[in-house]
């Protein structure tokens, strides 16, 4: 329970009721499975060489339907062409490629959606040289 976010914990609320307490708080209060990114490449606030893709690791399966990433300049337009997709066998790795980009700010923009249907997002900044 100590882990649980609130959206979480009041599901775990209403499964309790919904089962009539069969469920104990501890069975409830186990995580449903909503995914955070464990590995950004390039890394937030990074200045790097022109990346050729932006990679993020989740720490849970992805939903490709409903997941994306893109990449934005600093006037706010998109530089990725190619679609974002969710790859490998645990669908937990997100990726796109680029274009040869130049020097500048960029903006990651992502979307991730878990197999229990819960959404995270992200935003973070890095920079070409
Ligand atoms: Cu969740």
């Known amino acids: 329970m100590t882990t649980a976010t609130p959206h979480h ?6 499964v309790s009721f919904a ?15 909503h995914a955070h990114p464990v590995h950004e490449t390039p890394a937030p606030g990074a200045t790097v060489a022109a990346p050729e893709q932006v ?6 399966p992805l939903e ?10 600093a006037e706010g337009k998109p530089v ?3 679609k974002s997709s969710v790859e490998g066998r645990s ?8 274009p040869a980009l130049s020097a ?6 992502w979307v991730a959606v878990a197999d229990d249907g819960h959404r995270t997002q992200g935003h973070y900044t ?4």
Do not use: C, P
């Open 9 to 14: 914990t009041v599901r775990a609320i209403f």
């Open 19 to 33: 089962t009539a307490g069969v469920l104990t708080l501890g069975v409830a209060g186990q995580a449903w499975a």
């Open 55 to 60: 990679r993020i690791s989740y720490d849970n």
């Open 64 to 73: 490709s339907a409903f997941s994306h990433l893109t990449v934005r300049n």
């Open 80 to 82: 990725n062409r190619a």
């Open 91 to 98: 669908r937990k790795i997100m990726r796109v490629a680029l």
């Open 104 to 109: 500048g700010k960029y903006e990651v923009r």
């Open 126 to 129: 890095f920079t070409v040289k």
